[in-house]
């Protein structure tokens, strides 16, 4: 089989990550409803990918042990290995998601697919802009729509509901710990703003 590594410059790649990598690659063989590979990424002491997705509401929580996991799960798409051959079926990358909620199109394909993922046992740092308010506002207008589009299109009408319910807490949040006013202001749009 052939894979296909996705890297993000905000993660930090280890030795570590190799080798388990390389573990994973030497008994992918035996694993044919496997088609990706992901380490547990931190940002901090908080674990921010993989998770598992509510099959109801847009609620994670993160995934901490290693193993195989089916349906419901999510990871960034920096340092994913995918399998070539599963990423040529679903028809390459879609289009719709350039950058923003692409891993969410990824991992969503292969829940759909009834296609499992192995979470390796190594935990990687990443720095996510989103959370260390170092986003600019610019890029932050491209994510909350990426985002908006996603819930709106692939998930439920509940999934959405929560998701303005989670983007009114994060609005509260972003707030409060910065004094941007622009950042503030997009926000306080992509809340109000119709499916």
């Known amino acids: 089989r052939k894979w296909l590594l996705l890297h993000d410059h905000d993660t930090e790649v280890t030795a570590d990550y190799f080798e388990a990598l390389n573990g994973f690659v030497s008994k992918a063989a035996t694993l044919p409803e496997v088609v990706a590979a992901v380490p547990i990424l931190k940002y901090g002491n908080r674990t ?72 390796l046992g190594v935990e990687i740092a990443h720095s996510l802009s989103l959370l260390d308010d170092s986003m600019s506002a610019h890029r932050l207008v491209g994510f909350l ?31 409060a710990r910065s004094a941007d006013s622009r950042k503030t202001t997009i926000m306080i749009k992509a809340l109000f703003s119709k499916r």
């Open 48 to 119: 921010i990918s993989p998770e598992r997705i509510n099959p109801i509401m847009w609620y994670t929580r993160p995934i901490t042990k290693a193993g195989i996991y089916r349906k419901g799960i999510t990871a960034f798409n920096s340092l994913s290995l995918l399998s070539v051959e599963f990423v040529s079926a679903i028809g390459g990358f879609s289009l719709d998601y350039p950058l923003d909620m692409l891993d969410h199109w990824v991992y969503r394909r292969i829940a759909q697919a009834d296609k499992s993922v192995e979470v």
């Open 145 to 175: 729509d990426a985002e908006r589009r996603f819930v709106a299109s692939e998930l439920t009408t509940l999934h959405y509901i929560s998701y303005k319910i989670r983007l009114a807490l994060r609005l509260l949040k972003q707030y």
